[in-house]
């Protein structure tokens, strides 16, 4: 029986990808070359009801098939094991999938439908016999034939109109929507490439050689290529008007036999039989799926079912090896997540039921019925035919360290988890407020300066000013992005503040003057301003002396996923969020504090640090809502209402750095609870910079007495509506001289400090691991005026997450980038969102927006990634960069992510 391939016209609604193509002669094109085609059972064998005649598989890899014996039967997992739908449904006519859980199916007792992935269904038409279905090009009309006639229903199921073409054997619509393609069994053939498929819109090609006296099937490559087949083969229609290969008048000749047929008379129990199916590439490849086996062509010129008059069927072979209890293949689709070639196998044996009577005293068997054997199954390819690349674990690609960002490898786990590698390059990114720039330095002993950047704009640079002089830049606050890029607040007292994006490595520098290198500071010697191809942007925030002395980055979103820049302005109680690709500032919010400094949670909310406003407020960065004052315990610190630092711990706690009021405030916003921790028995006036590192200790710089020092306790002694007790505190001497500011922590978990005065122009070193062992490192910086994250570690461990990218090269400039599945363990709580881009060329990425594609759990996959692209607007490309960002939960444990697999196809 025939059938519409209907895999191929659901992925006309999808966007299409199971036509899929590879070019000839490339070097890729042995992946489709179907030259090691053999099968495998995914059906168990029923004893003698096992036959399977039509499938359908949908866009996230839902198979459903309809056996002899009247079942609908669903797959979720590939065909490993089957869900039956609904019994007594007569076989078999074809079915086909509008949308995911939107399942027609064509068949003797009338035109099924369910809405639900086949919980339930309902029959439109129980009055008539179908046996071709098909979503029309628009999606909005489902079209079925009968034996007299073709009708088209809306998605109502009502009948909206009519053809009349009687006996209609098989139908399919291109995967692009520019054509739809029927056959009739008297061999006709007729087009239609109207998108909503009007019964008016049917008509044959014009130029058509005469007709074939019979057809079996129709079906369509990726460019609309008609493939008609009957008996022992195939012709077909290039498109949009011909020619029609091969052009013999008269049906049968030996040219068009695929399998061989001989020369001569021969045997009518040669050559293929009925052609069933044909998945075929463009020029390349094909898999015929015939009543007498299936039949690879291996060679694009072979492809065409011919060769030469005198060679016919040269180079084509039976590929049924695999295949068991019957060779008779009705159809073949290819699945688009995990890229193995499915056919529905069927065929029927008839033997005669005898039942016997005694005439005249004499036993008589006569015929008394038929008996019905259906033999067969679904079947698979042992190996997939679309091309894929799979990432991590002993199988595929080994995750690469220079594409981590706040992941690491965890040996025993096997898989990646959020944390700061350890391998991974570390930078301290140390503004030099009285020289206007920020250095980039390596941490090590002794640390290495690598780069320094002028920031801000040319006419506020003022050498030797510091730290609070109008008209000048005052470098200042350093932010970090997901993927380490450095963000630097200018204060610009007097004047228009800045901030200034510099890119964390060469590899994302933008090579602007064309020379085919990238120009920009190398051993720390600065380039003039507008020469340095790293420094990417300086963008305008906030009105004219705003004073910039709050930063940071937030989540982001799909288009920015690495986080959109928030700058306060302290002398307009606003916040300014700004475009990370552009600088451009994109919208204000107006906040109940003075902002001094501010740190981003894992919730999107962002905290403010205020000096003198005896409280905190907030924004949610996903809607741009600020929060109200909060206001702090000052009964527990005598009124004092002043802070400093900011910063924040993994278990979503604010933590303010005391200025004049002796003490540290930690604050937990779900609870509105507060802790303390005072320093004033040691006699200490001043807290500064403030931070935490990897095992959960906090650390603040601190001043007292003319001397720096250094405190720290466990981010976990928290005590709500308490004070965290002395013993658990610890403090250091760091040096005789004033001034200690920023505090940070690196990846291998060493604290630094740096310093403004002028005399000190020093960073400590600070080994956690070692007793709190101190080095001094003296006349490395300039006055640095700052009391923020300038690791990035305050920023990975509030947020708790870190990520990893890979890109792709599908060797065509437009491929169907089909399906991406990973294997992770995910604790409740935790999570993996999945982002993409696609470009034409690798430069392009610089500028590439990534697009969402899912975020598990509850999204488990498998994606269609150029579905999702191209519903955000990008288009799918040569390159493809897959983007991973694991999520911590509240008790920081992490995703585990093993591997990821992404599989395309090109055309």
């Avoid at 739908?85 to 439908?113: H, M």
């Avoid at 200790?697 to 601190?702: G, I």
Wanted: charged fraction near 20%; glycine fraction near 12%; hydrophobic fraction near 35%.
């Amino acid at each position: 029986m025939n059938r519409s391939h209907l895999l191929r016209a659901l992925a006309l609604s999808i966007a299409g990808l199971l036509f899929a193509a590879w070019p000839a002669g490339s070097a890729d094109a042995a992946l489709a070359d179907l030259s090691s085609v053999t099968w495998e059972r995914m059906t168990p064998i029923e004893s003698n009801f096992d036959g399977v005649q039509a499938m359908a598989i949908g866009a996230d890899g839902t198979i459903f098939i309809h056996d002899n014996i009247g079942r609908i039967r669903r797959s979720n997992d590939e065909g490993r094991t089957w869900n039956t739908l609904v019994e007594g449904i007569k076989c078999c006519g074809s079915i086909t999938i509008r949308r995911a859980g939107q399942i027609f199916v064509a068949a003797p007792s009338g035109l099924l439908y369910s809405n639900d992935n086949g919980a339930t269904w309902a029959n439109w038409d129980e009055e008539s016999s179908y046996n071709v279905v098909v979503v029309a090009p628009s999606t909005n009309h489902i079209l079925a034939a009968t034996p007299r006639v073709l009708r088209r229903f809306d998605l109502q199921g009502n009948l909206v109109d009519e053809a009349d073409i009687p006996a209609i054997q098989d139908m399919e619509v291109c995967q692009n929507g520019r054509r739809t393609a029927l056959v009739v069994r008297d061999g006709r053939l007729f087009v239609n490439d109207q998108a909503a498929l009007p019964a008016d819109g049917w008509s044959e090609p014009p130029d058509l050689v005469v007709p074939l006296n019979s057809s079996t099937a129709v079906s369509l490559d990726s460019s609309c290529n008609i493939y008609q087949g009957y008996r022992n083969g195939y012709r077909i229609y290039s498109f949009p008007n011909g020619p029609m290969r091969p052009t013999a008048r008269f049906a049968p000749k030996d040219l068009m036999y695929p399998a061989g047929y001989p020369t001569g008379p021969g045997s009518v129990y040669q050559g293929t039989g009925d052609i069933n199916d044909i998945l075929a590439w463009t020029d390349g490849p094909a898999l015929i799926a015939a009543s007498r086996g299936a039949y690879c062509v291996d060679d694009g010129q072979a492809g065409n079912g011919f060769d030469a008059e005198g060679n016919p069927g040269q180079g084509v072979r039976e590929c049924n090896r695999g295949t068991d209890r019957s060779e008779v293949f009705q159809e073949v689709a290819i699945h688009p997540v995990n890229g193995h070639v499915y056919a529905a196998i069927s065929s029927t044996a008839i033997s005669r039921r005898y039942c016997f009577r005694q005439v005249n005293g004499t036993v008589t068997p006569y015929t008394c019925g038929y008996i019905y054997d259906y033999a067969g199954g679904l079947y698979r390819t042992n190996e997939p035919v679309l091309q894929n690349r799979l990432v991590g674990d002993d199988f595929g690609a080994q995750f690469q360290r220079q594409n981590f960002d706040d992941v690491g490898f965890d040996e025993e786990a096997g898989g990646l988890v959020v944390r700061s590698d350890p391998d991974e390059s570390s930078y301290l990114w140390i503004v030099n407020t009285d020289r206007s720039t920020v250095s980039k330095w390596q941490p090590g002993v002794p640390p290495r300066e690598l780069s320094e950047y002028r920031v801000g704009l040319p006419q506020g640079e003022c050498p030797g000013a510091c730290c609070w002089n109008n008209g000048c830049n005052m470098a200042s606050r350093v932010a970090l992005d997901s993927i380490g890029n450095a963000y630097i607040a200018n204060r610009a007292f007097g004047m228009q503040g800045t901030v200034t994006k510099i890119a964390r490595n060469d590899e994302d520098c933008v090579d602007r003057n064309g020379n085919g290198q990238i120009d920009t500071s190398r051993n720390g010697a600065p380039l003039n301003y507008g020469q340095d191809e790293c420094v990417l942007w300086t963008g305008n925030a906030g009105p004219h002396n705003a004073a910039l002395r709050a930063l940071t980055v937030d989540l982001g979103d799909e288009a920015n996923p690495d986080g959109y820049v928030w700058a306060g302005g302290y002398n307009t109680s606003q916040f300014y969020k700004l475009d990370p690709r552009t600088g451009q500032q994109i919208a204000t919010v107006n906040v109940a504090v003075r902002p001094y400094g501010a740190v981003v949670l894992a919730d999107g909310m962002l905290w403010i640090g205020t000096l003198g406003e005896s409280g905190t407020g907030s924004i949610n960065t996903h809607n741009n809502r600020a929060g109200p004052k909060v206001g702090y315990p000052l009964g527990w610190r005598g009124g004092c209402g002043n802070s400093y630092g900011i910063a924040a711990d993994t278990g979503g706690r604010v933590w303010f750095a005391g200025w004049g009021c002796r003490d540290v405030l930690g604050y937990d916003p779900p609870t509105n609870r507060w802790t303390r921790v005072d320093i004033d028995h040691w006699g200490r006036t001043a807290g500064r910079g403030i931070t935490i590192d990897q095992n959960g200790f906090m650390w603040m710089a601190m001043e007292g007495g003319g001397s720096s020092y250094v405190v720290w306790w466990p981010a976990s002694e928290f005590n709500p509506n308490g004070q965290i007790h002395e013993r658990f505190v610890g403090q250091k001497r760091i040096g005789g001289w004033g001034g200690p500011a920023a505090i940070g922590a690196d990846n291998q978990g060493i604290i630094w400090m740096t310093f403004y005065n002028s005399r000190a122009a020093n960073l400590a070193r600070i080994n956690p691991s070692n007793n709190a062992e101190v080095q001094i490192f003296g006349g490395y910086t300039g006055q640095v005026y700052s009391y923020t994250d300038f690791t990035g570690e305050v920023r990975r461990l509030a947020i708790g997450r870190g990520s990893y990218e890979e890109v792709m090269d599908a060797g065509c400039a437009q491929p169907v980038w089909s399906s991406l599945t990973w294997d992770a363990e995910i604790p409740g709580g935790a999570s993996i969102r999945w982002d993409a881009t696609s470009v034409a060329n690798l430069a392009d990425f610089e500028n590439a927006q990534f697009r969402g594609l899912a975020t598990s759990p509850p999204n488990n996959g498998p994606v269609h990634v150029s579905n999702r692209l191209v519903a955000g607007g990008v288009a799918s490309r040569q390159f493809l960069k897959i983007k991973a960002t694991l999520q911590l939960n509240e008790d920081a444990e992490s995703p585990l992510l093993r591997n990821f697999q992404v599989r395309w196809s090109c055309p």
